[in-house]
């Protein structure tokens, strides 16, 4: 398919509409996380016919190229620890190969309502405390820090494999959390591992031919576009403007799993 010939295959607004949505979820991700929740919506509303593998296949070609970016350019102006980074990459990855194994033994849908739960508890508690990641509020033993980033990619991990939705954003609130990050720093870590996650799942959607390059190509430029400024204003910004990205994201969170527990139930 020429890539001109998506606009009169698929509508020329259907495409305008998936490039601006994939801009803005590029946006959301590089701030937070979290942009999968508006992207994969709009491809299935946008492309009902086409199969779910596919969209999969559409939306990770685009996250990963938007998330890479967002990843260069924290990496000018934050230090990592690429140990750490490489720890809690590498238990993530088990985690989420783990947690789509258990897919096919235990229905997620079980699992929907502690989830959401979960997710209100994190929205009180951090609108609550106002000063949650806005300064490094920990100092640990450099061992310690390694445990507890085994431990953030195992419990986030193994959701991202079994669920999926926000997974950004559970890992910037691990690292706030239990590593004492500030929200910029915590941000800047997690789109690190995204791009190995996402990159591992992208080689077998890959592998499969689930995925359709032209319009994969549009909606990554637009990500790309939406990560760049995303991640230069979390930059400038601070992370008092993290904070608020962060609580909509979490926001919407409980509105999706809501839904999918009081309604779809």
Same mark, same amino acid.
């Given at each position: 398919?020429?890539?001109?010939?998506?606009?009169?295959?698929?509508?020329?607004?259907?495409?305008?509409?998936?490039?601006?949505?994939?801009?803005?979820?590029?946006?959301?991700?590089?701030?937070?996380?979290?942009?999968?929740?508006?992207?994969?919506?709009?491809?299935?509303?946008?492309?009902?016919?086409?199969?779910?593998?596919?969209?999969?296949?559409?939306?990770?070609?685009?996250?990963?190229?938007?998330?890479?970016?967002?990843?260069?350019?924290?990496?000018?102006?934050?230090?990592?620890?690429?140990?750490?980074?490489?720890?809690?990459?590498?238990?993530?990855?088990?985690?989420?190969?783990?947690? =789509?194994?258990?897919?096919?033994?235990?229905?997620?849908?079980?699992?929907?309502?502690?989830?959401?739960?979960?997710?209100?508890?994190?929205?009180?508690?951090?609108?609550?405390?106002?000063?949650?990641?806005?300064?490094?509020?920990?100092?640990?033993?450099?061992?310690?820090?390694?445990?507890?980033? =085994?431990?953030?990619?195992?419990?986030?991990?193994?959701?991202?494999?079994?669920?999926?939705?926000?997974?950004?954003?559970?890992?910037?609130?691990?690292?706030?959390?239990?590593?004492?990050?500030?929200?910029?720093?915590?941000? =800047?870590?997690?789109?690190?591992?995204?791009?190995?996650?996402?990159?591992?799942?992208?080689?077998?959607?890959?592998?499969?031919?689930?995925?359709?390059?032209?319009?994969?190509?549009?909606?990554?430029?637009?990500?790309?576009?939406?990560?760049?400024?995303?991640?230069?204003?979390?930059?400038?910004?601070?992370?008092?403007?993290?904070?608020?990205?962060?609580?909509?994201?979490?926001?919407?969170?409980?509105?999706?799993?809501?839904?999918?527990?009081?309604?779809?139930?």
């Amino acid at each position: 398919m020429h890539l001109l010939n998506i606009f009169t295959d698929y509508g020329f607004i259907v495409i305008i509409a998936i490039i601006l949505f994939a801009f803005v979820a590029g946006f959301i991700d590089a701030v937070v996380g979290g942009g999968g929740l508006i992207q994969l919506p709009v491809l299935l509303i946008s492309f009902p016919k086409l199969p779910i593998p596919t969209l999969f296949g559409i939306t990770k070609i685009a996250s990963l190229s938007g998330t890479s970016m967002a990843a260069y350019h924290y990496s000018k102006r934050i230090k990592f620890n690429y140990k750490l980074l490489f720890i809690t990459a590498l238990f993530a990855a088990i985690a989420s190969y783990s947690g =789509a194994k258990t897919v096919s033994l235990i229905n997620p849908n079980t699992l929907k309502p502690l989830v959401l739960v979960i997710l209100v508890v994190i929205a009180l508690y951090t609108f609550f405390k106002k000063d949650l990641g806005a300064t490094k509020t920990k100092h640990l033993a450099i061992n310690k820090q390694y445990l507890y980033g =085994a431990l953030i990619g195992l419990i986030v991990g193994f959701y991202d494999g079994f669920f999926g939705p926000g997974t950004g954003s559970f890992l910037v609130l691990g690292f706030v959390l239990i590593i004492g990050f500030e929200f910029v720093e915590a941000s =800047a870590y997690s789109k690190i591992i995204n791009c190995v996650t996402n990159f591992s799942a992208l080689i077998i959607f890959i592998k499969q031919g689930n995925y359709i390059l032209e319009i994969a190509v549009l909606m990554a430029v637009a990500n790309m576009s939406g990560n760049i400024v995303g991640a230069k204003m979390a930059l400038k910004k601070g992370n008092g403007f993290v904070r608020i990205i962060f609580l909509i994201i979490v926001s919407i969170m409980i509105v999706r799993y809501a839904y999918d527990v009081f309604v779809k139930f």
